[in-house]
């Protein structure tokens, strides 16, 4: 193992390895710059959402209506067994 640490010591580095530390860092910057860019457009996106909601919801205000109970066998009767064998 030393012989081959010698053989390598002795070859020369690659161009390219002088000069990929930049590229890294470059490529960090710029995914840094993204998600920075991507976090400001939901920001956004959200406040348009909401006030278009807030907007559009007071812009045609409808009458209330209460809702009828829902029953899942039909409308409540007032013959039904359960209430003809309440003792009140």
């Not at 070859?11 to 710059?33: K, Q, V």
């Not at 406040?47 to 209460?66: K, R």
């Not at 809702?67 to 066998?73: G, N, R, T, V």
Request: proline share 9%; glycine share 10%; net charge negative.
């Amino acid at each position: 193992m030393d012989e081959e640490l010698r053989i390598l010591n002795r070859i020369e580095l690659p161009a390219a390895l002088d000069a990929l530390d930049d590229r890294i860092i470059g490529a960090l910057a710029a995914s840094r710059r993204e998600s920075a860019a991507i976090g400001r457009l939901m920001a956004l996106a959200a406040f348009v959402s909401l006030g278009g909601g807030v907007i559009a919801g007071s812009a045609f205000p409808g009458p209330a209506v209460a809702a009828s109970p829902i029953s899942p066998f039909g409308p409540a009767s007032a013959l039904a067994p359960s209430t003809l064998l309440d003792p009140q």
